[in-house]
T-cell receptor
Framework: GENVEQHPSTLSVQEGDSAVIKCTYS??????FPWYKQELGKRPQLIID?????GEKKDQRIAVTLNKTAKHFSLHITETQPEDSAVYFC???????????FGTGTRLTVIP | DTAVSQTPKYLVTQMGNDKSIKCEQN?????MYWYKQDSKKFLKIMFS???????INETVPNRFSPKSPDKAHLNLHINSLELGDSAVYFC????????????FGNGTRLTVT
């Protein structure tokens, strides 16, 4: 099955700085890569996703890049704010929402 | 107006007991899931149902038995609870099995003593 590795496990940045979280996947057939944000004590929520037919996708301060050859994808958050503090999960799948394999999560702390 | 609701929110029980967690979604989705999040926050799929039919059954002890009476409900029954079952269990739903977002419930924190 798919194996998704995520780094770093914890990340602290000053407010206003950028944060980058990286994930690698093992199955070259994977073609769907969503990112979920989980605030403390709450449910995971999708923040952005990318399909394998594009290399980059942006949504305001959030962007995701995908390198299919190297089998890695990254989440970029610019101009971080305290409300960005949460655990972020990457995921990969061959078939979409069904059978997502999640990374181990990155706890992001934005220091005011 | 909660989209995916699961009950109870907290469940504390002793080893050997049997317990159930209920999940309902009002989004009109046809695919529902159970995920387990352990103490290290690792999210792992347990089951996936599409239109009441089991699609995915990951390596989960057969003490765990999901039931989907209709496509808006997916319940999880756990027999003979063990200490290692302590975790947060998330129900989720999606529109179809393709490239659509998972909508998670608020989770059920199960503690087995």
């Amino acid at each position: 099955g798919e194996n998704v590795e995520q780094h770093p496990s914890t990340l602290s940045v000053q407010e206003g700085d950028s944060a980058v979280i990286k994930c690698t996947y093992s199955d070259s057939a994977s073609n769907y890569f969503p990112w979920y944000k989980q605030e403390l004590g709450k449910r995971p929520q999708l923040i952005i996703d990318i399909r394998s037919n594009v290399g980059e996708k942006k949504d305001q301060r959030i962007a995701v890049t995908l390198n299919k050859t190297a089998k890695h994808f990254s989440l970029h958050i610019t101009e971080t704010q305290p409300e960005d503090s949460a655990v972020y999960f990457c995921a990969a799948s061959i078939t979409g929402a069904n059978n997502l394999f999640f990374g181990t999560g990155t706890r992001l702390t934005v220091i005011p | 107006d909660t989209a995916v609701s699961q009950t109870p929110k907290y469940l504390v029980t002793q080893m050997g007991n049997d317990k159930s967690i209920k999940c309902e979604q009002n989004l009109g989705h046809d695919t529902m899931y159970w995920y387990k999040q352990d103490s290290k926050k690792f999210l792992k799929i347990m089951f996936s149902y599409n239109n009441k039919e089991l699609i995915i059954n990951e390596t989960v002890p057969n003490r765990f038995s999901p039931k989907s009476p209709d496509k808006a409900h997916l319940n999880l029954h756990i027999n003979s609870l063990e200490l290692g079952d302590s975790a947060v269990y998330f129900c989720a739903s999606s529109l179809g099995q393709g490239y659509s977002p998972l909508h998670f419930g608020n989770g059920t924190r199960l503690t087995v003593t």
